[in-house]
């Protein structure tokens, strides 16, 4: 048996939180070791947001082109490369994987290469080629991930589906993808697919698209998919797959009928990458979905092992990982900081982009908030008229009796980066009407705020 070796941390699982916490406390003067079963740089890099938004970003050039008569530039002949469209993919992640392992390098932590798993409370066993190696750690951090969830159904597994990982790399184009699951990675690469000139349909599990959003939003958004020729087929529960994806596929959903396509990617949910690892060894405790639970302070039920990242429940996107690395590293320092209250945004890469941030009209209604309701037309805003980009709308929640901004929801350009003025202004608790007033560039489309703000209707106390 390979003797145990000591580290002042040990990080299993190489993702943004642990990376991040893994740099900093080696700077710090710590000795830190990650084990990682070989994504350089973490699954956002490598087969999740960085890829996606590549991929997207292909998309959206290939829809200005199929426009550019609009702007009065003739394309004759156009047509894509897939093969190249992945190749620019994979150059993008390549690129970043580089620049981790070159971060990695100088921040001096010891990237250990195997799979993991717990042996003894505190003892992680690291498969590598040629024997294993044995790690504990003064304090153990978790940030294992998740993976995406294939419903177990007749003919599923024989019809190799794709998922996120494989679609983003193919080299041809599908010529009709059914689409599994109508969530955020099913909208925005079935929105993408579209638009390089695949035939979608998507099968929505539910009666509509984006059921956490108000409807005003979620009838745009299918608005958007119906213009583009998208099918959605709502209520579609599958109950069987028939063929191979890449030669032909026949789903059945419940009410009988078969839709058929070339390709099926699969996008109904994550799972978290917690079993067989060993955590009951640990003594970390899981919910009865499998992910580990944590409190406030990322703690786990076991003594001085903490847990990061989407394993532990946290919201799927990689700025929230970064947050749990910034309460890990609070924690190691004595600080305050937990994970409680956090002002988490969300954005969709689909064409216009859809971002929110803060509490939105149905929840603030479930928790008997009382809001004065905001919304201005994107086909108002002179950067959108100029861009050609006239589609959606944005909106705002701003509290009844105070003017501090509730939550802030936009369809269309830029979504994103407009979205993060307002949560920053939301962070320093600033009234909305320094957004109202503020002296804003003309023509963008962050202008737009001026003009949204400008119609919330005054306080009660006010209106006098």
């Not at 070989?38 to 050039?61: D, H, V």
């Amino acid at each position: 048996m390979a003797a145990t070796e000591h580290v002042d941390i040990l990080i299993l699982g190489g993702g943004k939180a642990g990376k991040t916490l893994a740099m900093d406390q080696t700077r710090a003067g710590r000795r830190v070791a990650v084990v990682e079963v070989g994504m350089i740089g973490g699954s956002c890099i490598n087969i999740a947001c960085i890829p996606s938004k590549a991929l997207i970003r292909s998309a959206e050039i290939a829809t200005l082109v199929d426009r550019s008569d609009e702007f009065g530039t003739l394309v004759d002949g156009s047509r894509l490369d897939m093969a190249q469209v992945a190749a620019r993919t994979a150059g993008i992640v390549g690129g970043m994987v580089a620049l981790n392992r070159k971060a990695f390098d100088a921040s001096g932590f010891e990237l250990v290469l195997g799979w993991g798993r717990f042996v003894e409370p505190r003892v992680i066993e690291v498969a590598q080629p040629g024997g294993t190696r044995r790690l504990t750690g003064e304090r153990i951090y978790l940030n294992l991930g998740t993976r995406a969830a294939i419903p177990d159904l007749p003919g599923m597994a024989e019809a190799l589906p794709l998922t996120h990982v494989e679609a983003l790399q193919l080299n041809e184009l599908p010529t009709r993808l059914v689409v599994m699951g109508a969530g955020y990675i099913g909208m925005e690469l079935g929105h993408a697919f579209r638009a390089l000139g695949s035939e979608v349909v998507m099968l929505d599990a539910g009666p509509r698209m984006a059921p956490r959003e108000d409807d005003d939003v979620a009838a745009a958004i299918a608005g958007l998919f119906a213009a583009d020729g998208i099918e959605v087929v709502g209520n579609a529960r599958a109950r069987s797959v028939a063929g191979v994806s890449g030669r032909g596929v026949a789903v059945t959903i419940g009410d009988g009928r078969v839709i058929e396509g070339s390709h099926l990617l699969v996008a109904t949910g994550r799972v978290p990458m917690t079993s067989g690892i060993g955590l009951e060894i640990a003594g970390v405790a899981r919910d009865d979905r499998g992910f580990i639970t944590v409190d406030e302070r990322l703690a786990t039920s076991a003594a001085d092992i903490w847990a990061l990242g989407e394993a532990a429940g946290t919201p799927m996107f990689t700025h929230a990982s970064l947050d749990d690395y910034r309460v890990a590293r609070s924690v190691i320092a004595g600080g305050e900081r937990t994970t409680t209250g956090r002002l988490i945004p969300s954005c969709l890469f689909i064409e216009p982009e859809f971002a929110r941030v803060g509490i939105n009209e149905q929840e603030a209604q479930r928790g008997g908030i009382p809001y004065r309701l905001a919304r201005l037309s994107m086909d108002l805003v002179p950067r959108a008229r100029t861009m050609s980009s006239r589609k959606g709308f944005m909106k705002c929640l701003v509290a009844a009796d105070t003017d501090l901004i509730l939550g802030f929801a936009m369809l269309g350009e830029r979504a994103g980066e407009v979205m993060t003025t307002v949560q920053t202004a939301m962070l320093g608790l600033v009234p909305y009407t320094v957004l109202r007033d503020a002296i804003l560039a003309h023509p963008t489309i962050a202008e737009g705020l001026n003009m949204l703000f400008a119609v919330v209707s005054p306080a009660a106390h006010d209106a006098h």
